[in-house]
């Protein structure tokens, strides 16, 4: 069972990347999905998530009105839409799936997610 995220690059402030995190293995219709982010030095923090009803979806403040995740079951995948870049957002980010939410909630939590792909590096110039 894998995830595979892509879409990771350099990019300067207020610039726009768009993340993918692809299954393999296994299908993402019953698993919400989060992402999160770790930057050099830095715990690694929760940053949006999709329920696998697709009813919820939640966004940490940082993030808020700038990322925007979705999913494509029929592709299994999903994809964090990021604008506006600022410097604070560079970091690795993650994509991770689990049930342990339910089928109709999602969380930020990265301790409920038991599924982790390896991670797509960020860099936003000032």
């Known amino acids: 069972w894998q995830l595979v995220e892509s879409g990771g690059g350099a990019v300067q402030t207020g610039g726009s990347l768009t993340l993918s995190c692809v299954a393999s293995g296994f299908s993402l219709d019953d698993y919400a999905i989060g992402w999160f982010r770790q930057a050099p030095g830095e715990e690694r923090e929760g940053v949006s998530c999709?329920?696998?009803?697709?009813?919820?979806?939640w966004y940490e403040d940082p993030v808020k009105g700038r990322f925007t995740i979705s999913r494509d079951n029929a592709k299994n995948m999903a994809t964090l839409q990021m604008n506006n870049l600022k410097p604070e957002d560079t970091a690795t980010y993650f994509c991770?799936?689990?049930?342990?939410?339910?089928?109709?909630?999602?969380?930020?939590?990265?301790?409920?997610?038991?599924?982790w792909g390896q991670g797509t590096q960020v860099s936003v110039s000032s």
């Open positions: 999709i329920s696998a009803s697709r009813d919820r979806i």
């Open positions: 991770a799936a689990t049930k342990q939410s339910g089928y109709l909630l999602c969380t930020t939590a990265d301790r409920h997610y038991d599924y």
